[in-house]
């Protein structure tokens, strides 16, 4: 498969918590996308990171990506019920017009308070 | 408001029956796309569309017809429904294929 593996299928935490999410993939890719849906609705963009970015952070996210080992990271710090959602890794390979996001399985984060 | 909006956000049809998910943004992006998410399966591409009157198959687009007459209409036809159609249908919109994509908040089809 070229999609995005996301890990840990399921995470269960704490409000206050930090959460990580891993993405790995098989191919060489142009960039990496995060997504976050909530239960009943459609994917939101996160993050945009690029091939030749190594961290990026947007309020309580960082994301890392390690084209090496074709992996990238979510990290949400200091995790508040709202954050309650899925979690999508998208990877873009290139190719101009005929290459498309390719998404993964999700991530399902569950914050408790 | 600008966005992008599904219609109907529910549909319950029988096996057979022609079916019609419409899809309609705001941002006059050129690319538009349709999903469909299923349990096991994430997000897979049906079909997509880089401008008017230009469309493409995407992973998965056996048992679908799109037309994109306007920019800013991306309608999904299943011309004979089957079971195996029932899913969550996301439609999608971006300036090009490697920018972030927009969603909208899908149409949950059953198909009995």
């Known amino acids: 498969s070229q999609q995005g593996e996301e890990d840990p299928q399921a995470l269960s935490i704490q409000e206050g918590e930090n959460a990580t999410m891993n993405c790995s993939y098989k191919?060489?890719?142009?960039?990496l996308q995060w997504y976050r849906q909530n239960s009943g609705r459609g994917l939101v963009h996160l993050i945009l990171?690029?091939?030749?970015?190594r961290e990026k952070h947007s309020g309580r996210l960082r994301v890392t990506l390690d084209t090496s080992k074709k992996s990238s990271s979510l990290l949400i710090t200091a995790s508040r019920a709202a954050d309650t959602a899925s979690y999508f890794c998208?990877?873009?390979?290139?190719?101009?017009?005929?290459?498309?996001?390719?998404f993964g399985k999700g991530t399902k984060l569950s914050v408790k308070p | 408001d600008a966005g992008i909006t599904q219609s109907p956000r529910y549909k319950i049809t029988e096996t057979g029956r022609q079916v019609t998910l419409m899809c309609h943004q705001t941002?006059?992006?050129?690319?538009m796309f349709w999903y469909r998410q299923d349990l096991g399966h994430g997000l897979r591409l049906i079909y997509y569309?880089?401008?008017?009157?230009?469309?493409d198959k995407g992973e998965v687009p056996d048992g679908y017809v799109v037309s994109r007459s306007k920019t800013e209409n991306f309608p999904l036809t299943l011309e004979s429904a089957t079971r195996s159609q029932t899913s969550v249908y996301f439609c999608?919109?971006?300036?090009?294929?490697?920018?972030?994509?927009?969603f909208g908040d899908g149409t949950r089809l059953s198909i009995l």
């Open positions: 191919t060489s890719i142009n960039n």
């Open positions: 998208a990877i873009y390979k290139g190719g101009g017009s005929q290459g498309n996001l390719i």
């Open positions: 569309s880089a401008a008017a009157d230009i469309t």
């Open positions: 990171i690029r091939s030749n970015e």
């Open positions: 941002w006059s992006h050129s690319y």
């Open positions: 999608a919109s971006s300036n090009w294929t490697h920018q972030p994509q927009h």
